[in-house]
């Protein structure tokens, strides 16, 4: 029998402690919900590194095609896109798990490696997703200092910083590369001392949601290191250089002991039919992958040049997006563009204050948000 005076606030205490006092991820402001809000129309998007090209014309098609499919439920395994992504990666269908975005093979990793009294440990200013899904499970988190802003990749991943933190308790470690909101990068000979240091029985998760957009000649493909270190997970997205964000499909790659734990805590039919099957048109599209970097790259030094000429310094990045101090609030500078139909992202609680991260968006967008920002400021 339900007591009536039990509180609302009674349910927060019987929730598992580390949820308690857990924050969750905040999205970025939909165009719709800015609209609505200040009655305007044809806003902006410049929040969540998206591609402005939209998504690939083959993963379109794809999609089209199996719409009558939408009553059966998926390959719960994704034989179909396994298959492509082994041939892509040269490894066993084995030591790849598809995920809800990248980012659950981040929750799935510390789901089935995380518990009270262990520790994951990365840098300050990364993803906002690796403290969450650490606290999620338990487990402490242990924060790597970054590099200084004057450095040669301000704000980056310091890793002799991440190797002080390593103990008998650390589980984890999480580095995103390039990193996110920082745009910083880790090429390969620093990136492997790395891996070689770190002991046998961590798992070292190497992020690379923004991989194809690289193009730096000493940037790693950590994929072609999984048999020389069996400790290492590397994550990927369709998200990104493919534009399936809104369908949610990632993947990550591992020996096949790590990929048989992944599989273990894996919700069965995680990703959706439609996904799979864009995914695998999308992988069959170099062409767009081709023009969405030509355009990041034309955009990117629009975006620099611009933000030079108003006296900013913007974090060269390699990713999609830029990062640029605006002033004591970034929070302040970004809700000041929102009248104006822009959204941006602030990028304070990255402990960045100040901050603003910018996705690169087609040349219209990029000049809007240069003219805007100018106004503001």
């Not at 606030?9 to 905040?26: D, G, K, M, R, W």
Request: aromatic content about 8%.
């Amino acid at each position: 029998m339900q007591n009536s005076n039990t509180s609302i606030e009674s349910f927060i205490v019987l929730a598992n402690p580390s949820i308690q006092s857990l924050t969750p991820y905040a999205p970025g402001k939909p165009i719709s919900e800015l609209e609505r809000e200040y009655g305007i129309s044809n806003a902006v998007k410049l929040a969540s590194n998206e591609n402005s090209l939209g998504a690939s014309p083959k993963a379109l098609a794809a999609i089209k095609q199996n719409l009558d499919n939408i009553a059966i439920y998926p390959d719960g395994n994704a034989f179909e896109l396994k298959s492509k992504l082994a041939k892509k990666h040269n490894v066993t269908e084995s030591c790849i798990t598809i995920g809800n975005g990248s980012n659950e093979i981040l929750e799935l990793i510390t789901r089935a490696y995380l518990a009270p009294g262990l520790n994951c440990i990365f840098s300050e200013h990364a993803f906002a997703v690796y403290p969450i899904v650490t606290q999620a499970c338990g487990a402490d988190a242990k924060i790597a200092k970054a590099l200084a802003a004057d450095s040669d990749q301000p704000y980056g991943h310091d890793l002799d910083e991440f190797i002080k933190l390593i103990d008998d308790r650390t589980r984890l470690i999480m580095i995103a590369n390039p990193n996110n909101p920082t745009g910083t990068w880790i090429d390969r000979a620093k990136l492997k001392s790395f891996l070689k240091e770190v002991p046998a029985n961590i798992v070292i998760v190497i992020d690379e949601a923004y991989f194809e957009y690289v193009k730096q000649a000493d940037y790693p493909d950590t994929s072609t290191w999984l048999n020389e270190f069996p400790n290492l997970l590397v994550t990927r997205t369709f998200s990104k250089i493919y534009g399936l964000a809104a369908l949610r499909i990632g993947y990550g790659l591992a020996n096949e002991a790590i990929t048989d734990m992944l599989n273990r805590v894996r919700q069965p039919f995680n990703v959706n039919g439609l996904a799979q099957v864009a995914a695998c048109g999308a992988l069959e599209d170099q062409e767009f992958v081709d023009q969405s970097v030509d355009l990041n790259r034309i955009g990117m030094a629009h975006l620099t040049d611009g933000l030079i000429r108003m006296g900013l310094h913007p974090i060269a990045s390699v990713g999609n997006f830029i990062s640029v101090k605006v002033g004591d609030s970034g929070t302040s500078v970004f809700e000041k563009l929102l009248p104006k139909g822009i959204i941006i992202r602030p990028i304070d609680n990255y402990q960045m204050p100040g901050f603003i991260r910018v996705t690169v968006g087609k040349n219209e967008e990029n000049s809007r948000f240069l003219q805007a920002l100018s106004d503001v400021i």
